[in-house]
T-cell receptor, first 111, second 110 residues
Framework: NAGVTQTPKFRILKIGQSMTLQCTQD?????MYWYRQDPGMGLKLIYY???????DKGEVPNGYNVSRSTTEDFPLRLELAAPSQTSVYFC??????????FGPGTRLTVL | ELKVEQNPLFLSMQEGKNYTIYCNYS?????LYWYRQDPGKSLESLFV?????AVKQEGRLMASLDTKARLSTLHITAAVHDLSATYFC??????????FGKGTRLHILP
C-alpha cells in the first residue's frame, strides 16, 4: 500500500512554461484534493473531486486545471506558469468517513 | 464563506507545561481534523472529530469538538520538545471541501 504518491518531488519552471503535477492513490478513495502551501503559511485548497468525473474549484483555482478520469489519479495542470505559483503542492485523498491522507508534496519554483 | 481561525499562531512554551490551541470556524461543519507538520515535511493526521462533544486523546495530546460553539481545542499536557511542530485544524463544510486554518507554530523549550 503506497498511499498517496506525487511526482515529481521537485521542479523548476520558467515563466510561461506548463507542467502537470501527478497524484495517485491506491486506497480506492473517492475524495481527492489539491492544496498549495506558501512558505510559513497554511494550506489553500486549489481544486477537489468527490469521485471520478467530478471536480470543483477550491479557494485559489486561478491558473490551474484538474481532471479526474479514474478513481486513482488526480493530476493538476499549470498553464503559463507565473512566479506567484512558486509553492509546495500537496495532494490528499480520503474515504467518506475518514480524514485526508497527504502525499509527500511537490516543491515547485517558477523563475 | 467558511473561515477557520486558529490561535495563537505562534506559541513558545517550556517543557512540562500545559497549553491549549483553539480552532474557531464560521459555518456549520460535519467534521474537524487536526494535523501536525514538521518543517519540510508533509502533514500527519492526529485526530478526526466527527460529532459534537467528541474527545480524542493520543499521548500528551487531547482534542475536543463543540459544534454548537463552532470550536475545537487541542490540549497539550506536560509538553516535551518532540511536540515542537506546526499544528493545523481543518473543517469540512457541507460541500465536501476541506478548509485549513493558518496553523499554530509550537516551539517547546527544553
Amino acid at each position: 500500500n503506497a498511499g498517496v504518491t506525487q511526482t515529481p518531488k521537485f521542479r523548476i519552471l520558467k515563466i510561461g512554461q506548463s507542467m502537470t503535477l501527478q497524484c495517485t492513490q491506491d486506497m480506492n478513495h473517492n475524495y481527492m484534493y489539491w492544496y498549495r502551501q506558501d512558505p510559513g503559511m497554511g494550506l489553500k485548497l486549489i481544486y477537489y473531486s468527490v469521485g471520478a468525473g467530478i471536480t470543483d474549484k477550491g479557494e485559489v483555482p486561478n491558473g490551474y486545471n484538474v481532471s479526474r478520469s479514474t478513481t486513482e489519479d488526480f493530476p493538476l495542470r499549470l498553464e503559463l506558469a507565473a512566479p506567484s505559483q512558486t509553492s509546495v503542492y500537496f495532494c490528499a485523498s480520503r474515504a467518506a468517513a475518514g480524514g485526508p491522507f497527504f502525499g509527500p508534496g511537490t516543491r515547485l519554483t517558477v523563475l | 464563506e467558511l473561515k477557520v481561525e486558529q490561535n495563537p499562531l505562534f506559541l513558545s512554551m517550556q517543557e512540562g507545561k500545559n497549553y491549549t490551541i483553539y480552532c474557531n470556524y464560521s459555518t456549520t461543519s460535519d467534521r474537524l481534523y487536526w494535523y501536525r507538520q514538521d518543517p519540510g515535511k508533509s502533514l500527519e493526521s492526529l485526530f478526526v472529530l466527527l460529532s459534537n462533544g467528541a474527545v480524542k486523546q493520543e499521548g500528551r495530546l487531547m482534542a475536543s469538538l463543540d459544534t454548537k460553539a463552532r470550536l475545537s481545542t487541542l490540549h497539550i499536557t506536560a509538553a516535551v520538545h518532540d511536540l515542537s511542530a506546526t499544528y493545523f485544524c481543518a473543517v469540512t463544510p457541507r460541500d465536501d471541501k476541506i478548509i485549513f486554518g493558518k496553523g499554530t507554530r509550537l516551539h517547546i523549550l527544553p
